[in-house]
Nanobody
Framework: QVQLVESGGGLVQAGGSLRLSCAASGLDFSSYAMGWFRQALGKEREFVAR????????LYADSVKGRFTISRDNAKNTHYLQMNSLKPEDTAVYYCAASRIAARETGLYSYWGQGTQVTVSS
């Protein structure tokens, strides 16, 4: 049974930082590209960042480029999203996901975590 478990969300003031973690089990983690998505209240889920299975390539949404960094540790079956210079518009539930293809489309991700809330106050 595949499980993706996010942690690290919370409440932070604008300009602050948070680090999200996603621990994976039940899959060959080093064979999967991993992604982060977010969904704000009343909006569709949107792509944030993705990283290839080796960590050799990353891709970011324009809205987070230069502020967020995605990384992974295959030895720990965990990947991360370091979020700096947070803005109120970053407030959302953040989801991690796993895919055989390094993509930005939600439909190409096979496994999803339950989500973690990130709230940025102004």
């Amino acid at each position: 049974q595949v499980q993706l478990v996010e942690s690290g969300g919370g409440l932070v003031q604008a300009g602050g930082s948070l680090r999200l973690s996603c621990a994976a089990s039940g899959l060959d983690f080093s064979s999967y590209a991993m992604g982060w998505f977010r969904q704000a209240l009343g909006k569709e889920r949107e792509f944030v960042a993705r990283i290839t299975w080796s960590g050799g390539s990353t891709l970011y949404a324009d809205s987070v480029k230069g502020r967020f960094t995605i990384s992974r540790d295959n030895a720990k079956n965990t990947h991360y999203l370091q979020m700096n210079s947070l803005k109120p518009e970053d407030t959302a539930v953040y989801y991690c996901a796993a895919s055989r293809i390094a993509a930005r489309e939600t439909g190409l991700y096979s496994y999803w975590g339950q989500g973690t809330q990130v709230t940025v106050s102004s």
